[in-house]
């Protein structure tokens, strides 16, 4: 009998070091780059969000222009209806730094997917508690 165990076995959360537990949330965002880069006047884009957590979210964009490890971007994220009673907000909006750019060009032509955490106080998550209009 072996007593081998592999890494991965002893340790699984040893990899993974997010403070903060992840909920798969996929909705359609706005960006709006929050300063200028190259001389460029920034303008708004669009994302996916793939997932969320109490310190950030993860989202897909074929945007790359602005998007850069440490900058600051406003987010406008809307929980879809059907979502909402999983989530106990209805929208997201606010800074967020980007910390992690993923080049997803192999899985999906043409998208970065990227990490970006909540900026502290400037975050606003509205919450609901009422239904769709019938």
Not at 30 to 36: E, V
């Amino acid at each position: 009998m072996s007593t081998a165990i592999s890494t991965a076995q002893k340790t699984p959360a040893a990899f993974d070091q997010r403070r903060h537990k992840r909920v798969a949330l996929t909705a359609p965002m706005r960006i709006l780059p929050s300063t200028a880069m190259a001389g460029k006047i920034p303008k708004g884009f669009n994302a996916q969000s793939q997932n969320l957590s109490g310190g950030g979210l993860y989202l897909t964009t074929e945007e790359v222009e602005f998007i850069r490890i440490g900058a600051v971007l406003r987010v406008s994220l809307a929980v879809p209806w059907k979502l909402r009673g999983n989530i106990p907000f209805s929208r997201i909006s606010g800074s967020c730094r980007v910390v992690r750019i993923d080049d997803k060009s192999k899985e999906e032509k043409d998208l970065v997917g990227v990490a970006i955490a909540f900026c502290g106080n400037d975050l606003t998550m509205l919450g609901t508690m009422t239904g769709p209009a019938a």
